[in-house]
């Protein structure tokens, strides 16, 4: 059975920090690996979908890479600002098509 | 373009009273999804439809929750009746198909408490 680790489960940084986000998945038998941002009190944004042959994805500040063999993706976000202040959830596509998530890293960055 | 719409955002209702919640897909999505997200955990998939079918219901608590959608569009879960542990935010999401690299898009989510 798929079980997706995200830590850390919170992370506090100063403003202007870069940091990386970890997730890790046990099956490396996935279809993609996406990183979605939550925000309180509303939907999940998908911010990066990473295909199961693909190694990074970047847009903007942030890049994904995706290490399929060791389980693992990280999500690193340069120059943090205040408004990535989000919870960051991650999720693999397994092969029963289902996405399986993380419980996600609650980021705040402070000012 | 319109998102996935869904109402009410938030619910408050007594234990054992039933609950319906709606959710209108993205034009032209044919797999739509229903979640449920504990505080601090991962959705967790309750149902999904290809069109008007539901192709995986296997984690819907199926004594108590019933879901529809009968035109292939616009869909409702139902809780009857609602328990305290039902608290939790009840997230629709749709793709345009039901593969693996098809991406899914989320609603804003119905956030349920019963007292």
């Known amino acids: 059975k798929q079980e997706v680790t995200q830590i850390p489960a919170a992370l506090s940084v100063p403003e202007g920090e870069n940091l990386v986000l970890n997730c890790s998945f046990t099956?490396?038998?996935?279809?993609?690996l996406q990183w979605f941002r939550q925000d309180p009190g509303k939907g999940l944004t998908s911010l990066l979908l990473?295909?199961?042959s693909q190694r990074e994805q970047t847009s903007g500040r942030l890049n994904a890479s995706l290490d399929k063999s060791s389980g693992r993706s990280t999500l690193y976000i340069a120059a943090s600002q205040p408004g990535d202040s989000a919870t960051y959830l991650c999720a693999v596509v397994d092969s029963n098509y289902q996405l399986i998530w993380g419980a996600g890293t609650k980021l705040i960055i402070k000012p | 373009e319109a998102g996935v719409v869904q109402s009410p955002r938030y619910k408050i209702i007594e234990k054992k009273q039933p609950v319906a919640f709606w959710c209108n897909p993205i034009s032209g999505h044919n797999t739509l999804y229903w979640y449920l997200q504990n505080l601090g955990q991962g959705p967790e998939l309750l149902i999904r439809?290809?069109?008007?079918?539901?192709?995986?219901d296997s984690q819907l608590p199926k004594d108590r929750f019933s879901a529809e959608r009968l035109k292939g569009v616009d869909s409702t879960l139902k809780i009857q009746p609602a328990e305290l542990g039902d608290s939790a935010v009840y997230l629709c999401?749709?793709?345009?198909?039901?593969?693996?690299?098809?991406?899914?898009?989320f609603g804003p989510g119905t956030r349920l408490t019963v007292l």
């Open positions: 999401a749709s793709s345009l198909g039901g593969g693996a690299h098809n991406e899914q898009f």
């Open positions: 990473i295909q199961s």
């Open positions: 439809y290809e069109n008007e079918e539901a192709v995986d």
């Open positions: 099956d490396s038998a996935i279809y993609n």
